[in-house]
């Protein structure tokens, strides 16, 4: 049983001063961790992120293990039954805290450390079992190597990539301005090649490195699979064998429709699925 409600510097408050930098310019890193039975599933790797980030953007004076023992009584006091099996998505966010009016960061020292529950989305079993329909998002991604690959809190181009999506799909396809295909709205896109080959959108310029990215490149490796890392055009995806989505809370999406191509499920997003789902 979950009971959400939201930490802020480790107090249950749903507030936050007007004056943090995380609602003044974005200026902070967060994390979206999956929780089952009452555990952060792969909590290291998400905290290796989170820091990642905050080393990219200068923001010092977060102690990682009072974090992680907020994190821990967090969840504690909110999944009431943890061998229910229950699971619930923990939402991280840390700002470089409040500060006056202007961008400059001089004399922010004391950063803000938000922790929200939610549940877990209701994402139908045949979005799995089945595969999803995609589209192609006409908004761009910008090129800034310097925030590529974390999660920093300006995501507006995220947002309005996925104001495109609507109901008729599940996902979109979203480009940068190279017209290189790069992630999706949501979720990292693999491209099956053949059933020796699966190519992964190169993320050093802009995008998010997912925590379930990095554990499908583990896996395929592991499945004697070579996974290449590079540009991706659109015209790959049309040719693909085959086509999938991942994030830590989806896991694994096949891609069922692009335009008017279909797609297989083929027997190594079978069995990738049924790796990753011990893991992840």
């Known amino acids: 049983m979950i009971s959400p409600f939201t930490w802020v510097n480790g107090k249950a408050t749903d507030s936050l001063a007007v004056s943090d930098r995380g609602l003044q310019y974005g200026d902070g890193v967060w994390e979206t961790i ?8 792969q909590l290291a790797a998400h905290l290796f992120r989170l820091k990642r980030g905050l080393t990219a953007l200068a923001i010092e004076g977060v102690d990682e293990a009072l974090l992680k023992q907020e994190i821990s009584q967090y969840i504690a006091q909110c999944v009431t039954s943890p061998s229910s099996g229950a699971a619930a998505v923990l939402k991280v ?17 004391t950063p803000t450390r938000i922790l929200s529950l939610h549940p877990w989305p209701d994402y ?10 995609i589209t192609l998002c006409e908004t761009r991604l910008s090129h800034n190597p310097q925030l590529a690959g974390f999660k920093h809190l300006n995501r507006l181009e995220q947002v309005l990539a996925r104001a495109e999506v609507g109901s008729d799909f ?10 290189h295909i790069i992630e999706a709205t949501m979720s990292n896109v693999f491209v099956v090649k053949d059933s020796q080959t699966v190519i992964t959108p190169d993320l050093k310029n802009c995008g998010i490195e997912g925590i379930a990215r990095s554990c499908i490149i583990d896996c395929l490796g592991e499945m004697g699979i070579e996974v290449k890392i590079g540009a991706v055009s659109l015209t790959e995806i049309e040719q693909a064998e085959g086509l999938f989505l991942s994030n830590s809370v989806m896991k694994i999406w096949p891609v069922r429709k692009f335009r008017d191509i279909g797609y297989q499920i083929t027997d190594s997003i079978k069995e990738l699925q049924k790796r990753i789902a011990v893991i992840l």
């Open 124 to 133: 139908p079993d045949s979005y799995s079992r089945e595969g999803v329909d």
């Open 170 to 179: 599940q996902e979109g396809l979203v480009r940068d301005y190279d017209d």
């Open 34 to 41: 999956a929780i089952k039975q009452g555990q952060a599933v």
């Open 93 to 109: 966010i840390i700002t470089r805290g409040s500060g006056g009016r202007g961008y400059s960061p001089l004399g922010c020292h």
